[in-house]
């Protein structure tokens, strides 16, 4: 898809629903009891292969589109699946449901897109085969293929070496099914959908600082769900706002949780004009509305606690940091390496073909701001990430850029191009 450049940005947008807490509402409402009612579902293409998984597994999942009803079996209703359950390109759906996996009574095998197969499931291998779990990499290289043998687990711990929500949650949901307590302490907090969800469920969760404690648990009760606006992906919004010359965004109903919302602080740190309007909750989640104009930015360093609260929008923030005047610094950030591409070395060369004074580093970029951009090629790596954030830089750039794989934001946003093509009128 080809971008050329804008000369403002105007109106209102309606995000899609968060993806991490849709994975979540359908995997904790198919071992609910009862009916779970999610709405606001988003119908990207992670998403759905949550529902296909679950499906295979037996538990009936009635798609509406903007409702999803999830009729949960409780605890132990999930039944052996008769083929691999293939979770595409959806690292979330991988990694918890292996937790969930872990503890049933049956065997199966678990994939996913070529993408997939190169992402390291090692940092839930190890943990879960400490609680007694039979998980082996069908390849024997810490990658998908999974198989999964359930067993009886046992509590544990767990001290782990990265901060993700995905290992953490696998462990908790494992934890569910465990013999006692079992908890997991991260090196910084990562996001905590999975505590709050199962907390509303019915589970006894706690956490305090970075460790996240559950107890095993007999039985999750269904709930209603509504979910909020994914912020990853109002964030190029909040992004194409800050940068677009005579632009103001209305970016409507954005969950703004305090383990989300490092763009926003990113933002106001880069001397962004953003302002948070009608703050309210959806169930435990804090949303609100977004009011974005045109800035003039400046470069920050961004590190530490801070990298979690916003691993996935740093392609975006790379951009902005093109347009800020001074330098900005990523650092603490080599999870990049390890996402649906390597987004360092991603970021950096489409960078670089657009003009931009950009370095990598081991664990993250340095960027000088104040260069103009022009188009170019872009290679996103089949990354919706990466997709998205070229897009806002294309629209900023002199000249055409033209994105290939663009195709790829039916992963998290199946709407993104139409939504921006409408605020550019």
């Keep these: 898809m080809k971008f050329t450049k804008v000369s403002h940005l105007h109106g209102e947008v309606n995000i899609p629903g968060d993806k991490s807490i849709s994975h979540r509402a359908i995997m904790f409402g198919a ?5 779970t009612r999610v709405t606001n579902f988003l119908q990207g293409a ?7 998984c679950f499906r295979k597994m037996g538990i009936q999942i009635e798609n509406n589109g903007d409702t999803v009803m999830v009729h949960g079996k409780g605890m132990h209703g999930l039944t052996r699946p008769n083929t691999v359950l293939d979770v595409g390109n959806s690292g979330t759906t991988m990694r918890l449901m292996s937790g969930i996996l872990c503890a ?3 065997d199966c095998t678990v994939t996913g897109d070529a993408s997939i197969q190169k992402r390291p499931m090692g940092r839930i291998i190890t943990p879960l085969s400490l609680m007694g779990a039979d998980i082996t990499s069908v390849e024997q290289n810490s990658c998908a293929p999974l198989k999964i043998q359930g067993k009886p687990l046992h509590a544990i711990d767990y001290i782990s070496p990265v901060a993700s929500a995905q290992v953490k949650s696998s462990i908790l949901l494992a934890g569910l099914y465990a013999d006692g307590i079992t908890s997991v302490t991260e090196p910084f907090l990562s996001r905590n959908h999975s505590e709050l969800m199962l907390d509303y469920f019915g589970a006894n969760v706690t956490s305090v600082g970075t460790t996240a404690t559950i107890a ?4 999750l009760v269904a709930g209603d769900i509504e979910v909020p606006g994914d912020i990853s992906s109002a964030a190029y919004f909040i992004g194409a706002g800050l940068i677009t010359p005579n632009s103001e965004i209305l970016i409507k109903n954005v969950g703004i949780n305090p383990t989300r919302d490092g763009i926003l602080r990113v933002a106001k740190a880069m ?3 953003v302002t948070v309007l009608n703050k309210r909750f959806a169930g435990k989640e804090e949303t609100a509305d977004l009011l974005v104009k045109t800035s003039d930015l400046v470069g920050t360093t961004i590190e530490g606690a801070l990298i979690p609260t916003l691993i996935d929008e740093i392609p975006l923030i790379s951009i902005l940091a093109c347009f800020a005047s001074g330098t900005t610094v990523i650092k603490d950030a080599a999870e990049l390496k390890v996402k649906e591409s390597n987004r360092i070395d991603t970021c950096v060369n489409n960078l670089k073909a657009m003009g931009a004074d950009i370095e990598a580093t081991e664990d993250g970029m340095i960027i000088h701001g104040g260069k103009p951009l022009h188009g170019a090629v872009i290679d996103s790596h089949l990354d919706h990430r990466i997709a998205m954030s070229f897009a806002i830089a294309g629209i900023n750039a002199e000249g055409e850029t033209n994105i290939m794989g663009s195709e790829c934001v039916t992963i998290s946003y199946p709407t993104f191009y139409e939504d921006l093509k409408q605020l550019g009128q």
């Excluded at 095993?216 to 039985?219: F, G, L, N, S």
């Design 271 to 273: 001397g962004g004009n």
């Design 31 to 35: 071992l609910a009891e009862g009916t």
């Design 104 to 106: 049933m009574p049956f």
């Design 46 to 52: 992670d998403c759905l292969s949550s529902i296909d």
């Design 216 to 219: 095993p648990c007999e039985k």
